[in-house]
């Protein structure tokens, strides 16, 4: 759910600073095909204002699409009990790549727009703090259910 809202918000930020209509929700629901236009659009966003700031763009958003096309298929394998717990674990060890990747990529996305060090959304708020809760909920009980015997 937070690839969603994360290619939702990156797209809006971007409609926000270009002016351009962009169709965040469409292009976040189907953000594997669209990462790369969102990586080049915020490159030419930077190049267009005279930033000096260094990412490669297109690396990125392939190796964003890599990790995230990795992690759907383990889950479809995990949904259907294919390779198991081997999956799973494969689908955790995931995690800080994809944390990596995305810190990377949006690191270019928030020079575009014009805030390198993310302050506009640096502050948790209660709803955040919700959600934190429910995935921390969720990933507990994943790992409940990865030690737990089978009946």
């Not at 469409?26 to 005279?50: C, I, P, Q």
């Not at 506009?120 to 995935?135: D, H, I, K, V």
């Amino acid at each position: 759910m937070y690839q969603l809202y994360w290619a939702f918000a990156n797209w809006k930020q971007l409609e926000r600073s270009t002016g351009e209509k962009l169709w965040p929700i469409a292009r976040a629901l189907f953000s594997v095909f669209f990462t790369h236009s969102l990586y080049r659009e915020a490159d030419t966003h930077l190049k267009r204002n005279g930033s000096d700031f260094r990412w490669n763009p297109m690396k990125l958003a392939t190796l964003f699409v890599i990790v995230m096309l990795i992690a759907t298929l383990a889950e479809v394998l995990s949904s259907h009990n294919i390779g198991l717990p081997i999956v799973e674990l494969l689908n955790l060890g995931l995690l800080p790549v994809t944390g990596w990747v995305t810190w990377l990529g949006q690191r270019g996305l928030n020079a575009a727009a014009g805030d390198l060090e993310g302050r506009s959304n640096a502050q948790f708020t209660p709803l955040n703090y919700g959600f934190m809760m429910l995935g921390t909920l969720l990933l507990a009980l994943a790992c409940l259910g990865l030690i737990l015997p089978a009946e």
